[in-house]
């Protein structure tokens, strides 16, 4: 059987802060009530330390990781980060990362791909186990959103918080880990979600400072034309591809930017409700960190053996989907929250 990249372990980081929706009624003409009906967000985690950012969130879930799968940093060979919110425009923060944990006999690199870039990072470190390259990678997705967001903008400060995740990826010889991927790009879609300064194009000047060109910037409506029908293809092409039915699946794991984007791949591939992975409710869109962050969540629920199918879309436009077979029993002592139908979260 040909090796495949397994994931071995999970590592995450929450900042202790929360922005509630009732914070963000005192800062902006919003609602509790709009938050949470249009988009199923209640609170976000918000990384307060001015000194700490993207590769802080980020080493601390790696170092997670490492404990948890009983290795030292010395022994991982590639990190690769995605992020969106990098902690300089250079150097690549998988290298402060590779610092700060000890990974002394690591190299590694940055992938931007906005909210795929996690599910394209997976697919590219898969590679390098896949060929016998390397023996154990890191992927990790960390976002300090909050460091890249106008809370003066009731448009996009309402949706994002911070966040990181992590997981290993080990060689496999029996046929469990990411089994299959699909990926797409489309740059038409640049215009209705990116930061538009603080690159080669418009680098920073007063003008863009004042104009608030180095946050976030979203038409929502267009991105949510394109990413209900870009995540729904996607997982409907992975299940297709590997011929697997709705009851095939364990868990739908997709990006966390809006439960109705959300609804609208569960129906597309035919799943339960029950099947899908949310935290959307209580971290909001962490970006790079939603999917590993729910692997974490649920990794006490998944078994060696189990479906899952990984979806994203993001700015890029980036979308796809991922299968992975699960290559081990869940740990005992993972959290879990689930939304009830009233998006109020509950433990399980
Ligand atoms: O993760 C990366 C990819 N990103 C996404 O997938 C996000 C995709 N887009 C979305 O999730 C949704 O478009 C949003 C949640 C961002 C917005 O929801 P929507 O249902 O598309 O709202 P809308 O933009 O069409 O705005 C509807 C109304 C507008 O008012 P008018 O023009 O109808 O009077 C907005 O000004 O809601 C208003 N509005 C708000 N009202 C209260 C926009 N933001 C807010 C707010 N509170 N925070």
Redesign the pocket.
């Known amino acids: 059987m040909n090796t495949t990249a397994a994931i071995t372990a999970i590592g995450h980081y929450l900042p202790e802060d929360r922005l509630t929706n009732a914070d963000l009624e005192k800062m902006?003409?919003?609602?509790d009530e709009?938050?949470r009906t249009?988009?199923g967000v209640s609170e976000r985690r918000i990384l307060r330390d001015p000194d700490k950012a993207t590769a802080f969130m980020a080493s601390e879930a790696a170092n997670e990781l490492l404990d948890k799968r009983g290795i030292t940093a010395d022994e991982i060979d590639l990190i690769i980060l995605a992020t969106a919110s990098p902690d300089m425009p250079f150097p690549a923060t998988a290298c402060l990362v590779q610092a700060e944990i000890g990974a002394t006999n690591a190299w590694g690199f940055d992938l931007l791909s906005?909210?795929s870039g996690f599910l394209f990072a997976l697919n590219v470190g898969s590679q390098f186990v896949a060929s016998g390259k390397h023996q154990k990678v890191l992927v990790i997705g960390s976002d300090a959103m909050s460091r890249i967001t106008d809370y003066t903008d009731?448009?996009?400060c309402?949706?994002f918080g911070d966040g990181a995740g992590a997981v290993l990826l080990e060689p496999d010889s029996e046929g469990y880990g990411l089994l299959d991927s699909v990926a797409y790009i489309d740059g038409k879609g640049a215009p209705f979600?990116h930061m538009k300064a603080g690159g080669s194009l418009r680098p920073a000047t007063h003008e863009t400072v004042d104009n608030r060109w180095h946050f976030v910037s979203?038409v929502?409506?267009q991105?949510?034309k394109h990413?209900v029908v870009g995540m729904a293809d996607a997982a409907a092409e992975i299940m297709e591809r590997n011929g697997l039915e709705g009851d095939d699946v364990r868990f739908l794991v997709p990006?966390q930017?809006?439960l109705?984007?959300i609804d609208a791949t569960t129906r597309r591939m035919g799943i339960e409700p029950e099947k899908v992975t949310l935290n959307i409710e209580r971290y909001g869109?962490t970006?790079t960190a939603t999917i590993p962050l729910c692997l974490h969540d649920w990794e006490a629920d998944l078994k060696r053996g189990d479906n899952l199918v990984l979806a994203a879309?993001?700015?890029g436009f980036s979308w796809g989907a991922s299968y992975v077979k699960w290559a081990y029993d869940g740990a005992p002592n993972a959290e879990r929250v689930r939304m009830n139908a009233e998006g109020v979260s509950e433990e399980a």
């Open positions: 902006v003409d919003t609602s709009w938050i249009r988009t906005a909210c009731r448009t996009t309402v949706l979600l979203q929502g409506r991105v949510f990413a990006h930017a809006n109705r984007i869109n970006t879309f993001g700015g």
